[in-house]
């Protein structure tokens, strides 16, 4: 099973704004840092800021800083959001895939409560617990 | 997240065998009634015959049947046999990754025990619990 990139940077920026939650930091810095490209870490910080995880001000200054102490955010909560347009598997899908044994099938269930135990399960932890602190930046 | 469609046809070919586990499967039957190309499915049928939970017998009225009865194959063994070269995230795949956070990282701990939840939890249901009978093969 996988993750997708998007979720994988997602993660990335929030473990290091959670080591200086009072700091506004730029794409260009944490691409620099993260060895990203600018435009993906764009796309996530856009999605993080669209779920109220990240505050975002323009200008001399600006950048993007965690809305709410890490403590507060719990790490299943983010890779559910940001995994949130993955489906596990092609049954999962909004068009509900091509798989001919989906009316008959009782496994669909199962995947979907094992899914949930991975969010669960990450859920017993916040961005608190994942703090990395970058110098450099 | 999501799995392989390797895994996921693997899933669909197990449900199959299970709805008549004395019945020898062949690959074209199987990829007619999955609509799955014979060489993914042969793919399939062969990771899961070296895993001995399939046999194979060649011939006519060849083809393969479960190693062992659904009851005595869980779920959750299957999908981690199926997902064994699959990197939950970067920093897990066999080279670790190119994510410049890792030695410092927090969260790869953490990610690694939630996957660990999701393979539980199917674990705790067999292949018995998803049995799917073709008719038609």
Excluded: W, Y
């Excluded at 704004?17 to 794409?27: D, K, L």
């Excluded at 993080?48 to 323009?58: D, I, M, P, S, Y």
């Excluded at 200054?61 to 719990?74: F, H, V, Y």
């Amino acid at each position: 099973m996988r993750l997708t990139s998007f979720t994988d940077f997602g993660l990335r920026v929030l473990m290091c704004m959670a080591g200086q939650p009072t700091r506004a930091f730029t794409t260009a810095e944490l691409a620099r840092e993260l060895r990203v490209s600018r435009h993906h870490l764009a796309k996530v910080i856009s999605r993080l800021a669209a779920a109220n995880l990240l505050v975002t001000r323009r200008g001399g200054g600006g950048g993007a800083m965690l809305a709410r102490a890490p403590e507060a955010i719990r790490l299943g909560d983010v890779v559910a959001l940001l995994e949130a347009d993955q489906a596990l598997v092609d049954c999962f899908a909004a068009g509900g895939g091509t798989c001919t044994l989906t009316p008959h099938c009782r496994l669909r269930g199962r995947l979907a409560e094992a899914e949930a135990a991975f969010i669960a399960d990450l859920n017993r932890g916040t961005l608190a617990d994942c703090v990395i602190r970058l110098d450099g930046v």
